[in-house]
């Protein structure tokens, strides 16, 4: 028997003895995973409502003689006429001590052996923005051991910085790969999963697993089979439980693969919950939901940091469609893969045009900051001509010209790099020695 | 007591009146052990509709609420200056006033007569705006560009230049933008000694749709304080405008208001309109306003870009595709334009030579197409000396900034509108025929390093 069904039990005996009682009401309407109920004269927006022993809700609108309830969890078929319970209390996820190293989700139950833990404490999932003057500038480096990303588009630890590209372009791998790198660097890993396979996320625990990375990373899963109400609560919850590491002064990085399923689910939940449909049906508080959820990112003037990695599958390599541009346009830059590079062999597929990150040499030290700033310059430099003296005889050209081909495509080759290789930053220096002479 | 809530969801609070003489649109009730306030938008009969300040999360039906003596109101007073605010007037430094005198965020726009259109030539030191598109003191510029092609760090260049070098006080007003951002430019502005010359507004984007549609409210009342009781020549930053009709529909969606296209409220246009026309120049002082516009999915075609882009004097148009090619700032040319582009406000030579580059590059980029098919060196000779002078014009046209030195490495330059015409002219007339296109990347004025050679 799951805990939550254990939490039911012990409620249900409870309302026997009409304990902890508050407030009940009866199902009027059913449609899919939003009900509508009569009575709960006195429960509060966003409060948990516990529909018997089948379903657990929360309220996500009241009105004047009903109420609105979003399903998270249903156990069994629910009818109407059942009787609905208020908890006087709103929605909460839990947090855990023993969260590092297992595949959890949000109801706090370890979904490797299929029970809760036992030292649950509930936490908030959405807190109060972090206040305006409690931020300072992102500055720190957070190393990705992949000279591409590091040298040319670094990432600091308070920065959103999304990784963006079309299926199969190994946009999960390169986020691995990042937790991968942080082994010993004191940055607790946690990897959201929302809408993947199950097939999927046990690979992702072994890939982690046999790297040593568990030993500072979390996996909290939203599987595709659950309920868009439980998809698009989990990655404020991740965030809620980054938070609570932030004020213990940790640095946290979360990966959230990925976003766009997450707008998928959010939107679903709002045609069927009835409002009006806006760019590509999507709902006007689509920008909202995560903004707001990517803005927990920040570097804390107590020391800690939250350090967010988005992840946003694209169709056709367009990265300038609705959700793609509104995530970008609250990142702190993006890096784009792109499927003809990742053909072409070039790993990772990272297009160098397309990519920015706006925190640039701001999170780089002067050494990697130097190297990066002619490394980009010479290679954008050499992808553009690239394909302007595609047809031209290499022999006509002039010296300078010559050897700008030459030196792109030696960087070009250099920046490869097969998966779980990471190098350090003086790797990276000395693997770029060549350039020291050119101008 | 004035009234109590009967039904919410997360933007809309139904609220049940004891008598409906007792408020009216923009009255605020509040229930202050529930941190609730809610500012009215709509009343019908005994029921009034509020829209919350902040997030609703636990709030019933039943709460009682009271009214707050004014509407929304933010300190008018030469404390402003050095201060941060919230979208509701209140600061967000920590900081008190020592005597607080506020005014409703709210007045009637200036009527035909107390329009002023009179203004001089404000030059910005950066070679592509004020070649292609210049500026004059009370003008409204428009920054557009999609996510992540470089809207911010040419807004914090503009206010780096044209406000060190004006000595008037500023404005920026920070709408549904990065908080990091806010932050940074105040810690940035803070170290320059230039916070006590300006003062900031911001409801971003982490904050409810209530909050990011009040900050431009607040913000022009600061702006007006600065013109009307300073008689200044103000400078407006407002970063992002977009934000504000983006706001403004998810409050109407939540309101169970009509859409039109994509979502956007019914009363888009004449939202915009409103708050347009009370950016204006008096008698007292100008307001010259940069308004950076975000363009939806790329989409320049896109309802409320367009009703924004109506009011505006100029636009700036930043391209991905220049991006892309490491051309920065990423100007578009072709789209950008200034009213001033004109013989008789910025004389003749100027003039002749925005037609003569922007000829050079319209045949550039054909030419661009016809190389792709049979190289370079089917080109005519003259189409070949375009190709490159065109080449050498666009490297000519990016500039090192002061505030991304840090992705560059190069040191910022500000050049004079003379010396641009001039680098300009030669590079046409092809006295630079033989130097290397990569020497004009990057750099401020090109005839300077002549000289020192």
């Known amino acids: 028997m799951s805990y939550i069904e254990n939490l039911l039990d012990n409620k249900i005996d409870s309302m026997k003895k009409a304990e902890n009682v508050y407030d009940t009401g009866k199902i009027i309407k059913v449609k899919d995973y939003i009900v509508e109920a009569k009575g709960l004269l006195n429960v509060g927006f966003f409060e948990q409502v516990n529909i018997g022993d089948k379903a657990i809700g929360y309220v996500i609108e009241i009105l004047a003689n009903s109420v609105i309830i979003a399903i998270l969890k249903e156990y069994k078929k629910i009818n109407v006429r059942d009787i609905v319970y208020g908890t006087n209390e709103e929605f909460k996820s839990y947090i855990s001590n023993h969260y590092i190293g297992r595949i959890f989700d949000i109801f706090g139950e370890d979904k490797l052996v299929n029970k ?123 965030l809620s439980i980054a938070e609570y590491y932030l004020s213990y002064k940790h640095d946290v990085l979360v990966v959230i693969d990925d976003l766009k399923r997450h707008a998928d689910a959010y939107r679903e939940i709002s045609l069927i919950s009835g409002k009006n449909p806006g760019r590509d049906a999507y709902p006007s508080d689509i920008f909202y939901t ?90 954008l430099d050499y992808i553009e001509k690239r394909e302007v003296y595609e047809l031209a005889n290499f022999d006509e050209m002039s010296p300078t010209l010559k050897s700008e081909m030459i030196n792109g495509k030696r960087i070009l080759d250099n920046l490869n790099q097969y998966k779980y290789s990471p190098k350090t930053k003086e790797e990276i220096i000395e693997s770029f020695d060549f350039i020291k002479e050119l101008k | 007591m004035i009234g109590k809530i009967i039904a919410l969801s997360e933007l809309n609070v139904k609220i049940l009146l004891n008598s409906s003489k007792e408020v009216k649109i923009g009255d605020i009730l509040f229930s202050s052990e529930n941190n609730a306030f809610f500012e009215i938008a709509e009343i019908e009969g005994n029921i009034a509709i509020g829209i919350p300040f902040y997030r609703v999360t636990g709030l019933k039906r039943g709460i009682i609420l009271s009214k707050l003596d004014t509407g929304l109101n933010i300190q008018y007073s030469d404390e402003i200056l050095g201060k941060v605010f919230n979208s509701y007037g209140d600061l967000l430094d920590g900081q008190k006033f020592k005597k607080e005198t506020k005014r409703t965020v709210y007045i009637d726009n200036p009527d035909l007569s107390d329009v002023n259109t009179e203004g001089e030539i404000l030059w910005t030191g950066i070679k592509i705006i004020d070649f292609f598109a210049p500026l004059e003191k009370g003008f409204k510029m428009g920054l557009l560009g999609g996510a992540g092609v470089g809207k911010t760090v040419l807004i914090k260049e503009l ?63 600061l702006t007006e304080y600065l013109r009307d009781e300073k008689k200044q020549d103000v400078l407006l930053f407002i970063d992002n405008m977009y934000r504000y009709v983006q706001a403004k529909s998810e409050i109407s969606t939540e309101l169970k208001q009509m859409p039109v296209e994509n979502g956007y409220p019914t009363t888009m246009v004449s939202d915009i309109s409103v708050i347009e026309e009370r950016i204006n120049s008096n008698s007292n002082g100008t307001i010259t306003s940069f308004q950076a516009i975000y363009v939806p ?76 098919v049979l190289g370079i060196e089917e080109l005519s000779i003259e189409d070949k000396n375009i190709f490159f002078r065109s080449r050498k014009l666009r490297n000519y046209f990016t500039q090192p900034m002061h505030v991304a030195e840090d992705y560059t490495n190069i040191k910022g330059e500000v050049v004079d509108i003379k010396d641009v015409l001039f680098d300009v002219e030669s590079i046409l007339e092809g006295k630079y025929d033989d130097v290397d296109e990569s020497e004009f990347a990057y750099i401020g004025r090109y005839h300077g390093k002549e000289h020192n050679d």
Do not use: W
């Open chain 1, 290 to 379: 995560h903004s707001r959820m990517l803005e927990k990112g920040c570097q804390h003037k107590n020391g800690g940091s939250i350090t967010i990695i988005p992840v946003v599958e694209t169709k056709g390599g367009d990265i300038t469609d609705y959700i793609s541009t509104n995530i970008i346009s609250i990142t702190d830059g993006q890096i784009v893969l792109s499927s003809k590079n990742f053909n072409k062999g070039q790993k990772p597929a990272i297009d160098y045009g397309l990519s920015v990150s706006r925190l640039g040499g701001a999170v780089q030290e002067e050494s990697m900051k130097i190297l990066g700033a002619k490394v980009r310059r010479i290679l």
């Open chain 2, 159 to 221: 206010i780096n230049n044209v406000y060190t070098n004006f000595g008037s006080n500023a404005v920026f007003v920070g709408i549904g933008e990065r908080s990091r951002e806010g932050k940074e430019l105040y810690d940035e502005m803070k170290e320059a000694n230039l916070l006590d010359k300006m003062t900031m507004i911001f409801g971003q984007m982490g904050e409810n749709p209530t909050s990011r549609s009040k900050a431009i409210y607040g913000g022009l009342t």
């Open chain 2, 297 to 372: 999915a790329d989409d320049m075609n896109d309802e409320a870009v367009q009703a924004i882009i109506s009011h505006m004097d100029g636009q700036i148009v930043l391209d991905r595709k220049i991006a892309e090619k490491n051309l920065y700032p990423a100007v578009n040319v072709f789209k950008t334009r200034s009213k001033l582009i004109d013989v008789e406000k910025i004389g003749e030579k100027h003039y002749n030579l925005v037609e003569e580059v922007i000829k050079y590059l319209t045949r550039h980029e054909e030419l661009e197409e016809i190389i792709a």
């Open chain 1, 116 to 238: 809760p833990f036992t030292d649950l404490a509930k936490i908030k999932i959405e807190n109060p923005n972090i206040p305006f003057m409690d931020r300072t500038s992102v500055s720190r480096p957070l190393l990705t051991g992949i000279s591409g990303i590091d040298l040319i588009f670094p990432v600091g630890k308070g920065q959103r910085q999304l990784i963006i590209g079309d299926k199969k372009t190994g946009k999960t791998q390169l986020t691995l790969d990042i937790i991968v790198n942080q082994k010993g660097k004191k940055v607790l890993c946690i990897y959201v999963a929302i809408g993947k396979t199950k097939k999927e996320v046990k690979e992702i625990y072994y890939e982690l697993s046999k790297r040593g990375a568990l030993e500072y990373t979390m996996i909290l899963a939203a599987f595709n089979d659950e309920k868009p109400t439980v998809l698009s609560l989990t990655p404020y919850i991740a």
